[in-house]
């Protein structure tokens, strides 16, 4: 009787566990020409494809901080989830992009590895070291005087030298390692501000990464969080006054020393004076919203804080009235946060938010100048899987019960926050809980924080020379091919092939013009070999 009786609870809590008891099949789908239709459209886009042999005038470079494949799956059928679709079969707007590769991701030093190192690797060109920015592998991390004669240049750089526009964009604080590798040469990716090097007994001439941001590289639009370090101690944060000061030891409010000396200028600090940037009207702008990271989108205050998508309209619009083009570093951060503590309805609406900052910034370019990469820095040891039925939710739970006859979600982690062992037994599940903002889910291993994955990581590419991204690649090709799409250096003799400015219209007058001069050189051709005959 007692078996009997957990018999039924375990049933009855699966089947509450349900949002979907029965596979979401729409009826199209049954009939094989949906299948032939779909597959004959995919030949024919792919037998028309040719590659954009146009110089890039414009580089983004939009970065999904832990964004591995498996995240990219879970996001495309959470955002068609909440399109009011099963999800399996939506796109992303990466997902439309025409050229794919994959990208190794691993550090010179080690096998798993973090975002300064791999930031270092696909902003400058240059493997390095776990930990280190800006640096070569011939650094240390957290050795100051190993900095020195190791330094490498991003391409944000570079475009700069080149006479373009550049621009930084993060939800995490700006001095944080992914974008912090576009300007910073750092032995240690957490030297934040100069209290960072006190704390660390830093010993020579090594200044902290907001330092750097400001004196290294001429940067015309920073949005993102990270006030904390560009104030004095001394100095109150503007919007939790009583809770928060800045960090600095120097005495030195930053952000004037950005702001001194530059023309049509400005700081803001909140979304009612982001909203008030005039972009025709403004060719440097900072944006600090938060003292650290910005806030998770799921939490974000609409209006007091801007969105990624909002933050990339407003910088594209100041970056693209440059006639030299721009360069624009786009990171959606906090996919990698919400990983690390194994919440993953945070990940994924944060990927999900991401993607939307693309299909922005696909509206605000064009591809025949736009060359446009989307990839992601390291993976996480995040799965999804189980068995489950066509729509069930990506947060939701397996169709079957686990050996110990409890529910389980689809969604996992191999080590985490998330282990947990109650009485010798895992806690059981549905999906009302698992669908929660703050739900952990379960890991296999106790850890405080999960982990970065090892495996490769995609790279989506659209506009001119994308064609370059193909096949299994080491990280560091990416600023490469980006470099010489624009004519970047080292690739600043642009081959023949690149045409110096796109044809906005390939069915332009030009060229018809050319096509005509071709066909009346092939008749011309055929008239002399018939009189020679």
């Not at 991003?154 to 300007?183: C, D, E, N, W």
């Not at 008030?276 to 919203?289: A, N, Q, R, S």
């Not at 009235?321 to 503590?341: A, C, M, Q, T, W």
Request: proline fraction near 5%; charged fraction near 20%; glycine fraction near 8%.
């Amino acid at each position: 009787m007692a078996l009997l009786q957990a018999s039924l609870v375990s049933g009855l809590l699966l089947l509450l566990s349900f949002q979907w008891t029965h596979s979401v099949i729409p009826p199209e789908e049954e009939d094989p020409n949906f299948w032939n239709v779909k597959a004959g459209d995919a030949l024919d886009r792919a037998l028309r494809m040719k590659p954009n042999l146009h110089k890039a005038k414009n580089l983004i470079l939009f970065l999904g901080d832990g964004m591995g494949i498996t995240t990219v799956t879970a996001a495309r059928i959470l955002k068609g989830q909440m399109a009011g679709q099963t999800g399996e079969e939506y796109s992303l707007t990466m997902d439309k992009f025409p050229h794919l590769a994959l990208s190794k991701t691993y550090n010179v030093d080690q096998q798993m590895p973090d975002s300064a190192g791999t930031a270092t690797a696909y902003l400058c060109g240059v493997k390095a070291n776990y930990g280190t920015l800006g640096l070569s592998a011939a650094a240390r991390r957290g050795q100051c005087s190993t900095a020195k004669g190791n330094e490498v240049k991003s391409v944000l750089h570079r475009a700069r030298m080149a006479g373009k526009s550049v621009g930084i964009v993060t939800t995490t604080r700006v001095q944080h390692a992914s974008p912090g590798a576009a300007y910073s040469h750092s032995a240690d990716r957490s030297w934040y501000s100069d209290a960072e090097l006190k704390e660390d007994n830093v010993v020579g001439d090594c200044k902290d990464i907001a330092y750097q941001l400001v004196h290294n590289t001429d940067i015309n639009v920073i949005l993102g969080g990270g006030r904390q370090y560009m104030l004095p101690q001394e100095t109150q944060d503007p919007e939790y006054p009583s809770k928060v000061n800045g960090s600095r030891l120097d005495k030195t409010n930053l952000i004037d020393v950005w702001l001194k000396n530059k023309q049509n200028a400005h700081y803001v600090w909140n979304k009612e004076e982001f909203d008030k940037v005039d972009e025709e009207k403004t060719d440097y702008l900072m944006g600090l919203f938060e003292p650290k990271d910005t806030e998770y989108e799921i939490d974000r205050t609409k209006e007091t804080d801007p969105s990624l998508t909002e933050m990339v309209e407003k910088a594209i619009k100041i970056l693209r009235k440059n006639p030299n083009g721009f360069y624009l570093f786009v990171e959606g951060g906090r996919i990698d946060h919400g990983h690390h503590s194994s919440k993953a309805k945070r990940a994924l609406t944060e990927a999900v938010e991401f993607d939307n900052a693309i299909a922005k910034a696909l509206t605000l370019t064009s591809d025949l100048d736009t060359l446009s990469v989307v990839t992601a820095d390291h993976s996480h040891v995040f799965s999804f899987g189980g068995y489950s039925a066509r729509g069930n939710p990506v947060l939701g739970v397996s169709r079957t019960l686990a050996a110990d006859d409890k529910p389980f979600t689809t969604a996992l982690y191999g080590n985490g926050p998330g282990h947990r062992i109650v009485n010798g037994s895992r806690p059981s599940i549905n999906a009302s809980m698992s669908t929660d903002k703050d739900y952990r889910q379960q890991s296999a291993v106790p850890m405080d924080s999960e982990t970065h994955g090892i495996e490769d990581v995609a790279i989506f590419a659209h506009g001119p020379m994308a064609h370059l991204f193909h096949g299994v690649q080491e990280q560091s090709y990416i600023a490469h091919a980006m470099a010489y799409a624009a004519c970047i250096d080292p690739y600043t003799d642009c081959p023949p092939l690149l045409d110096p400015t796109p044809d906005p219209d390939p069915d332009s007058c030009g060229s018809n013009q050319s096509n005509l001069v071709l066909l009346m050189l092939a008749l011309l051709s055929s008239v002399f070999c018939l009189f020679s005959v």
